[in-house]
């Protein structure tokens, strides 16, 4: 169900009593600019541990101990060509508690007054004061950052954006650059949380045993935060397909790596009614242990320690990564256009067809047990077009054909591989 708040921000309510606890999730849209990415991750760093009214790390975590054991928390991701920085609150039903109704109803007014302190009232003035909460988060960050350098497929991956996007802004890693987080003040942090405030569409889900009204009137307390006589209104943000440099396949030295990390980029074609199918060709190919490239190249032959594909509906791509020893990475590569060549000449044995249906289908069955999952569906699907509901994508996933299936794998278009090690 959908709620038009103010018009700056989309409200969706996925109703549910299965759970004992509601999960508000806030995102903050807006489209990726070169120089952004570090300030947003910097300012989600903040925005968990600090407000005026809550203006310490231990502050927050008082309040949410006194909130039944609520938690919060603020990350930042990429969806296509948008950078979201994303708030989510959770916190146990007033239903649950073992208080009468007058004070449950205060229980949830003061969550909802925590989640507007965190999020509409940054401390920058604070902050500016007494910068030792900003070099500590910016010691956090930092820290998370060269945790993904440490990390080698984290790394091949961000290695990749450099030379498939053919925008600069799309290039840089979410978690923004360390040399920019270290000089970064708190005027330029200033500057990007008005923006953000000001500027980003806003997107709204409440999982959970909320009423419409209930939507609506959070969304009307929200400061606008435009200036005065600025119209309200704008166009929402949807992702595009970034735009991609085909390139050929590069060797990447790097002499911490014992073993190689392979990457191979297939586009999509630009037909946005491909989406189960998309899912379903994934699934058959490399998402899971019953899938061609973990049978074929993993299991029979031995020849990666770790391979596996990916579905970036957001980025119109399919994405194979597998782990293996260095001289083995050109014969890995070949494999991955041997299992595509089979799918799109149609030999692929019906039972693995509908195995992949069964995984495609079992993993949709579990987004229902997983609420912050169904909330970034959710979220995606608000973002990006061709994305059915929840039962006409399972009804789509089981009339999916083998024929379709091949159609899809011959025009599969390989964009780029590459091989680090």
């Known amino acids: 169900m959908t709620s038009d708040g103010k018009e700056a921000c989309q409200s969706v309510l996925l109703e549910s009593q299965k759970f004992n606890r509601n999960t508000v999730t806030l995102a903050f849209v807006q489209k990726a600019k070169v120089g952004a990415a570090s300030k947003r991750a910097l300012l989600s760093y903040l925005m968990a ?19 039944y054991g609520a938690s919060f928390s603020v990350r930042v991701q990429a969806v296509g060509d948008l950078n979201l920085l994303i708030v989510t609150l959770t916190y146990v039903k ?12 205060r229980f949830e007014q003061e969550v909802i007054s925590f989640l507007n302190d965190m999020v509409f009232d940054l401390d920058l003035k604070g902050l500016q004061e007494d910068q030792q909460t900003l070099s500590a988060e910016k010691g956090n960050l930092l820290q998370a950052i060269l945790n993904r350098q440490d990390d080698k497929v984290g790394l091949a991956v961000d290695e990749a954006r450099t030379r498939l996007f053919q925008e600069p802004a799309l290039q840089a890693s979410i978690l923004g650059d360390k040399e920019e987080v270290k000089k970064m003040t708190v005027d330029q942090l200033a500057l990007a949380y ?18 419409e009204a209930q939507l609506k009137a959070l969304v009307n ?41 392979v990457l191979a980029h297939y586009r999509l074609p630009e037909d946005r009614d491909l989406f189960a199918t998309g899912l379903l ?4 190919l490399g998402a899971g242990p019953s899938s061609l490239l973990f049978t074929e190249i993993r299991e029979k032959r031995s ?41 799109a000449l149609g030999k692929v044995e019906d039972e693995m067809i509908e195995q992949a249906k069964r995984t495609v289908l079992a993993a949709r069955k579990r987004l229902a047990d997983e609420p912050e999952a169904e909330t970034f569906e959710a979220m995606q699907a608000a973002l990006l ?16 054909t083998k024929g379709e299936l091949a159609t899809l794998a011959k025009e599969l278009q390989k964009i780029d591989c590459s091989v680090m090690g």
């Open 385 to 400: 077009p061709g994305i059915p509901a929840p039962d006409a994508l399972a009804r789509r996933i089981q009339s999916v």
């Open 49 to 67: 541990v600090s407000s005026k009214r809550y203006p310490t790390q231990q502050a927050v975590a008082k309040k949410l101990m006194a909130l």
């Open 194 to 211: 008005r923006e953000m405030i000001e500027e980003d569409e806003r997107l709204l889900f409440v999982q959970g045993d909320w009423q």
């Open 303 to 343: 020849l990666a320690y770790q391979i596996s594909s990916r579905f970036q509906w957001d980025l119109g791509l399919v994405t194979v990564l597998g782990e293996c020893a260095n001289n083995n990475a050109r014969a890995v590569l070949d494999l991955v256009d041997e299992q595509l060549a089979k799918i």
């Open 221 to 261: 307390k929200w400061p606008d935060g435009r200036p005065n006589g600025t119209s309200a209104s704008k166009k929402q943000a949807r992702v595009s397909w970034p735009a991609l440099v085909k390139g050929p396949l590069q060797w990447i030295e790097n002499a911490d790596f014992s073993q190689a990390v």
């Open 94 to 105: 007033k239903s649950r508690l073992p208080i009468d109704a007058n004070a449950a109803e």
């Open 281 to 284: 060709l994934n699934a058959l």
